[in-house]
């Protein structure tokens, strides 16, 4: 089903560690809105979606994802590699060092470790393209908070680019809406439903 291609969707080249910075970053890899959550919803919403164009489109969405995490991992990895542990006594990234030395590891920018409730599916096509559609919008704004701290364009450089993405990602999943209404039947409670509105 995938071809993968050993490179980054977008090049991750930073300088200067800075594990401060990674201690937020980190939330868009295993935060509440971040890109693991954001593949595995997708990629499991799409066996119930009723058009083989929409289960396409949140197939390609979902394995961007993926790409996505990568990204972050990237990124991540090289804002705390070869950083001394004196550097981060007391900054924000030492909680996460002395459980996760300067692993990749998924959590939010708070220390939550990943959990899979942040994966809604409910296997409804509206109810799932909606929460597709807020998902978008609620890592935007996580990218948005995180190029408002950030002054390194190596590290900037990266971020907006899965910013635009996120971006791209909603105008599809509203295109993926707009199919599935098109298609509304008396399965579907959206409007007057027969089975239900007597």
């Known amino acids: 089903m995938w071809i993968y291609e050993k490179k980054l969707q977008y090049p ?5 560690p800075n594990p401060a910075l990674a ?5 868009q890899l295993g935060g509440p809105d971040g890109e693991l959550g954001a593949a595995t919803r997708y ?10 164009k929409v289960m396409g489109i949140l197939t390609d969405i979902g394995s961007e994802e993926l ?3 990568e990204m972050i991992g990237a990124i991540l990895y090289q804002l705390t590699r070869n950083i001394d ?4 006594v007391g900054t924000p990234f030492a909680g996460y060092f002395v459980d996760h030395t300067t692993g990749v590891y998924p959590s939010s920018a708070a220390g939550v470790p990943f959990d899979n409730k942040y994966t809604g ?8 393209l909606n929460e597709d559609l807020a998902a978008e ?9 995180i190029l408002r701290m950030v002054d390194d364009p190596d590290v900037r ?8 993405r996120e971006i791209v990602h909603y105008q599809r999943f509203g295109d993926a809406l707009r199919l599935t209404m098109d298609e509304l039947d008396c399965k579907n409670i959206y409007a007057f439903n027969p089975s239900f509105d007597k």
């Open 157 to 164: 450089d990266p971020i907006k680019f899965l910013r635009e």
């Open 67 to 69: 790409a996505h995490m």
């Open 85 to 88: 542990p004196e550097d981060i």
């Open 23 to 27: 201690s937020v970053i980190v939330s």
């Open 43 to 52: 990629l499991n919403q799409r066996f119930s979606m009723p058009k083989g």
């Open 137 to 145: 919008q609620k890592a935007r704004v996580t990218y948005d908070n």
């Open 121 to 128: 599916v409910k296997g409804d096509a509206l109810a799932d």
């Open 12 to 16: 991750v080249k930073i300088k200067n």
